[in-house]
């Protein structure tokens, strides 16, 4: 009896991880409705947590008027994920995907900026080292006005903490870049060298083959 137990606790184990391997699977071809489903039906943290993740990463590729739909159910599943712990990622899709829904909403979202740094700085206090919530929190201290709290000075610093935490991810160096350039015109030197480092990393992914176009397109304008 005892063995049998053992046998069917071993098989359980097995199929789970399976599962959630295929919802992943599913994630990297980017059917990521069907990942964001498979993996909220496990009923377990980590499927919450890739099942947000699914619906966040695929945010830029759904049809615009999907878009509050889908990230409403990243926040869902974000939630549900921090309900059963509290956690950095959990807090990083749960502050993704509330400031994917702002960016559709626009000004009628307002009240709800504060809640995306939160969620950044949260999920950083959780896990100092996080690269994900470090970027997020630049791309917020860039993106929103001094009025609501956005300060250029600290986007700078932690676009360059971003780098130093993820140096092999593409989409650090392209963002890092523009927020460069964005931030001062005299930084185009500074700007020009992220880009190329993003171009001596080898893409992994169709996605940092796609960031690494747009690379080109950019540098090809600066010089």
Known sequence: MKLLFLTTLLLFGSSFAATLQEAQTLL??????????????????????????ALVTGYVKFPK???????????????KALERKN??????WLGSAVGYI????GV??????????GHYEEA??????????TFGLAQW??????????????AEK????????????????LFYAEALLKISGRNKRRAIAQLEEGLKITPTSEGMREIQVRIRQKLESLR
């Open 102 to 105: 702002l960016a559709e909403k």
């Open 141 to 154: 201290h860039l993106n929103v006005p001094p009025f609501l709290g956005g300060q250029i000075s600290e």
């Open 158 to 173: 932690l676009f360059a903490r971003a780098v130093d935490l993820g140096p092999k991810k593409v989409s650090y160096r």
């Open 124 to 133: 950083l206090k959780l896990d100092p080292n996080h690269a994900d919530a």
């Open 108 to 117: 009628g979202a307002l009240p709800r900026v504060p809640e995306v740094k």
């Open 65 to 79: 008027s999907e878009r509050i739909e889908k990230m409403s159910m990243a926040e869902k599943y974000a939630l």
């Open 28 to 53: 990297e071809g980017d059917k990521y409705v069907q990942a964001a489903n498979m993996a909220s039906n496990l009923n377990t943290e980590a499927g919450d947590l890739l099942a947000a993740k």
């Open 87 to 92: 956690s950095a990622e959990g807090h990083f």
